[in-house]
């Protein structure tokens, strides 16, 4: 089995599920999205609007 690409199933399975052999039906799909610290992003935005903020001044 590969993780999110392939699954062994059971027969007993696809009859619970109305005979659907849909893949999403049994692969879960791979959670990708990214992980962001709030807390650092906050951080740099606030160091940004310092620095824009002392631009514009000039």
């Avoid at 699954?7 to 992980?35: C, F, P, T």
């Avoid at 160091?47 to 824009?52: G, H, K, L, Y």
Wanted: proline share 0%; hydrophobic share 45%.
């Amino acid at each position: 089995m590969i993780a999110h690409f392939t699954k062994l199933v059971l027969d007993a399975e696809i009859v619970v599920n109305d005979y659907n052999l849909s893949v999403s039906s049994y692969v879960e799909q791979e959670d990708i999205r990214e992980v962001v610290n709030i807390k650092k992003l906050n951080a740099e935005i606030k160091q940004i609007v310092v620095w824009e903020t002392e631009c514009a001044k000039r």
